[in-house]
């Protein structure tokens, strides 16, 4: 048994080996919701999400009343045809379900916009392409807006969890977490992130040993991660909202993402500032 | 409460560009552990006779973790043995360079009450590090994983950053690393004292010092909540905006008869500044109490100097409550006499009236309570 929450892949053999365990399930069918529920039940895990990767339109997506019964991270690739989706709205914004879409598509950001101002929990994939300033305007608006809708994350994550004095990562929301989450695969070997996992760069050749992570180097290496950017003196060691990425984008071919995180720390600020005042719906 | 810098080690595995105890004492002396019986039983001594006096042991060096835990544990022992009614009246901090502490040390820091490290450190390559090239990559690689064993276990830390001229060519870059590296800002920056032709490459005047802090002063203050304790951003806007005097050893005026060095043949002085310097000596504890070592006569001359500056170069100053002159080991080192202002006023002033002022749009009134 582990303190960390395991990302698995929906395996009946491998559901049945973690018993009483903290999972996140994987799948890529969104029909298999109502049956993962019922397999992480019979198994006796603590099913904390699941992690839906459907890709396609969101409109296309089938959403049930199973849904309910756990959060669902979904991501889709587009929102898709409004007129589709619009009939599905009152549902999916009644569920524990936050969709997930990239910057890969210039409109998502927009979409992400239109999806939470219509009550659904968002999150922005943050990948290359990224066009920062309207990832700034959308942050804005998350933060400061005062209508009530749907979370955008990591916005919101950071508005929730940031404390000066802490370093804070938002790596949880795309289940990038090593502290707190491990990815698995179906031969029960685990790695660190779920990039890791597909290059097959595992730290553990079996669940049977997550005793012995903390005496891993590379896990170490990872948690502490954060110091290599000051001991290279990196660009990121000097950025000013290097407190709220920890480096995240250094080396993905990024720039604009230091006065991105720069801005979005003090709109994190303001927020947290004006909920303390109670000015905030 | 009284200070005792305890320099139980003057050697350092470290060779920083601009720091004087490796330089000046070669020899690397550790205190042996009769001498530390000795500081203990003149402590005890003290305490029992001032029942209102608390003392502060600031382990310094050289690199006090060089002496291993086994000696933090001698400490212990003998603290418990011989102060054992007193010892709640004395407390413990550490300056260390990090590179040496690991697990070992945990426990016996805990029982001491310490709950917090200061250290130091340097973005800038070669100025802090071993052996003749400073191998800044080895020093930086060891004080982060100390500084792994101390977020592991829970202690705080702070850190002194020196500036220097190479500081001066990007502040606020430096700036932001040292808030990334102590996300509160627990940190102060110090100007370098350099005190001999060979390194005055690195020397800053006190003019570029101001300059610095303004650069550096107009983000903090716009960001003050996010890293609030750097110095000396955080004791002057407490000393002028919130009127609760806040000040170090340095601009208190108030060291005269609270300090002690130790040195680790048992020898004292004023600071770890005066003992480089051979002035300011105050015998040896195996000879003196260390109540009479804190009313040795010589001190009067630091006391004397805060009757006559006011009188004399610092009349009319507004900012004299905020400095009182500086540190009289700044006069010394330029005057070789105790009776001036420090040149670091000049730094203070020109900050405050250049930028602390401007940026707060606050000015220090020194007859306002």
């Known amino acids: 048994m582990t303190s960390h929450a395991l990302v698995v892949p929906h395996d009946q053999d491998l559901l049945r080996r973690l018993k009483g365990q903290t999972v996140v399930v994987r799948t890529d069918d969104p029909a298999s919701v109502a049956t993962i529920l019922t397999d992480t039940d019979r198994h006796d895990l603590r099913l904390r999400g699941i992690w839906l990767k459907a890709g396609g339109a969101l409109a296309n997506v089938e959403v049930d009343e199973s849904w309910r019964r756990c959060r669902v991270a979904l991501e889709v690739d587009v929102m898709g045809s409004y007129r589709v989706l619009r009939r599905r709205l009152g549902l999916l914004s009644g569920l524990r379900t936050r969709v997930y879409l990239s910057t890969r598509e210039p409109e998502n950001v927009t979409n992400v ?169 | 409460m009284t200070t005792i810098i305890l320099k139980a080690t003057e050697a350092c595995n470290s060779n920083c560009y601009y720091c004087d105890v490796v330089r000046k004492q070669g020899s690397g002396r550790s205190m042996p552990l009769e001498v530390l019986e000795t500081v203990y039983r003149r402590v005890d001594e003290h305490l029992r006779s001032s029942p209102e006096d608390r003392i502060s042991l600031l ?115 430096t700036f932001h690393f040292l808030t990334n590296l102590s996300l509160e ?95 300011l000596s105050y015998g040896n504890l195996a000879d003196r109490s260390l109540t009479d070592v804190l009313r040795d006569p010589e001190r009067e001359q630091l006391e004397r100097r805060q009757q006559v500056l006011p009188q004399g170069e610092c009349a009319g100053c507004r900012f004299w409550k905020l400095c009182h002159g500086g540190c009289p080991l700044d006069a010394y080192s330029q005057h070789r006499d105790f009776l001036h202002k420090s040149e670091w006023c000049e730094a203070k002033r020109g900050f405050i009236e250049r930028y602390f002022e401007p940026v707060t749009g606050v000015r220090f009134d020194p007859d306002q309570d």
């Open chain 1, 113 to 281: 916009r239109v999806l939470a101002s219509l009550g659904v929990a968002c999150a922005v994939v943050i990948e290359q392409p990224v066009d920062w300033d309207a990832l700034a305007d959308l942050a804005t608006y998350a933060l400061l807006g005062l209508r009530s809708r749907g979370s955008i994350e990591p916005m919101h994550y950071l508005a929730r969890n940031y404390v000066a004095r802490h370093r804070t990562d938002f790596g949880a929301i795309y289940f990038d977490d090593p502290k707190n989450l491990l990815h698995v695969d179906d031969q029960g070997r685990v790695a660190l992130s779920h990039r890791e996992l597909l290059r097959g760069d595992v730290v553990l050749q079996s669940v049977d040993e997550l005793s012995g992570l903390e005496c891993v180097e590379a896990y170490q290496e990872r948690i502490y991660g954060w110091q290599r950017h000051f001991l290279d003196a990196d660009a990121c060691a000097c950025c000013p909202g290097w407190r709220i990425c920890l480096g995240r984008y250094l080396g993905s071919g990024s720039s604009g993402c230091a006065s991105f995180f720069e801005e979005l720390l003090d709109l994190v600020e303001q927020y947290q500032a004006r909920r303390g005042q109670g000015r905030l719906g």
């Open chain 2, 59 to 173: 382990w310094h060096g050289g690199e006090p973790l060089l002496l291993g835990p086994e000696y933090f544990r001698a400490a212990l022992q003998l603290q418990r043995r011989l102060c054992a009614d007193t010892q709640s009246r004395i407390s413990h901090d550490v300056q260390t360079n990090l590179t040496l502490f690991d697990e070992s040390f945990v426990d016996v820091f805990r029982e001491l009450g310490i709950t917090a490290l200061g250290t130091s450190y340097d973005p800038e390559p070669h100025m802090r590090g071993p052996g003749r090239a400073r191998d800044s990559t080895r020093y930086n690689e060891g004080f982060m994983r100390g500084l792994r064993v101390l977020e592991r276990h829970g202690f705080a830390w702070g850190m002194i950053y020196v500036v220097t001229q190479r500081s001066l060519r990007q502040p606020l870059e």
């Open chain 2, 185 to 279: 800002g627990a940190f102060n920056l110090n100007a370098v004292l350099i005190y001999d032709q060979q390194r005055k490459d690195v020397a800053i005047t006190a003019e570029q010092f101001a300059d610095f802090l303004g650069t550096l002063f107009e983000v903090w203050w716009k960001h003050r909540d996010r890293f609030p304790a750097v110095e000396p951003f955080r004791a002057l806007r407490e000393s002028i905006i919130d009127r609760r005097l806040s000040l170090g050893c340095v601009d208190s005026g108030q060291c005269t008869y609270h300090h002690v060095n130790v040195a680790p043949d048992g020898s004292t002085s004023q600071c770890g500044r005066a003992a480089d310097w051979n002035i």
